[in-house]
């Protein structure tokens, strides 16, 4: 008798466990994966900066708002006592190299795909990371990316975001492209 309550517990409990799992926005999306990569990248980088904990909350709060297109998705007090810092850290990520530029477009089109991004929104969101060094747009825009079915509004978007030649030529060189 209590072996079985005891079994019948254990499952309300682990179905609880998997609801609240699939409703988190943690668990939600399988492009969860590229952003916690990168965040688990842009923290050591940014470890010898500052404490490992003040670390891992401003790497936190720069990988939502690189990956969550400048929207927040849920909220957690630490990340957001640092958001306006991460938002003002974006012109010098470059440096740090966490990601190649292709990849990390790459990543975002899926991403914007899989959690239905306005196409506005994710242009915008793209022009910022574009003035920070971190995105291709323009011709150089990754190949690849139209190849994501679903991408289609979002590569047009990343293609048609206006970029002149001398401005292709510095992100080159920044990112050592060349």
């Not at 309300?12 to 609801?19: A, E, I, N, S, T």
């Not at 915008?124 to 994501?148: A, D, F, N, Q």
């Not at 590569?155 to 401005?167: C, F, I, T």
Request: with cysteine.
């Amino acid at each position: 008798m209590t072996e079985g309550l005891l079994i019948g517990s254990l499952l309300v409990l682990g179905g609880l466990v998997v609801r609240y799992m699939q409703k988190h926005p943690f668990y939600r999306y399988k492009t969860q994966k590229y952003k916690e990569r990168y965040q688990s990248k842009l923290h050591d980088a940014l470890e010898h900066r500052s404490d490992s904990t003040g670390a891992y909350w401003f790497s936190r709060a720069i990988a939502d708002f690189i990956f969550d297109f400048g929207q927040r998705t849920y909220h957690d007090y630490h990340v957001e006592q640092y958001e306006k810092r991460a938002e003002s850290e974006i012109p010098h990520l470059y440096h740090l190299r966490i990601e190649e530029p292709g990849t990390l477009c790459q990543h975002l089109v899926e991403r914007a795909v899989e959690m239905k991004v306005p196409a506005t929104v994710f242009g915008m969101h793209m022009r910022v990371l574009w003035r920070g060094y971190l995105v291709p747009v323009g011709r150089i825009t990754p190949k690849s990316v139209e190849s994501i079915p679903g991408s289609a509004a979002y590569y047009s978007e990343l293609v048609n975001l206006p970029a002149s030649k001398e401005d292709m030529q510095r992100f080159m060189e920044k990112t050592e492209q060349a």
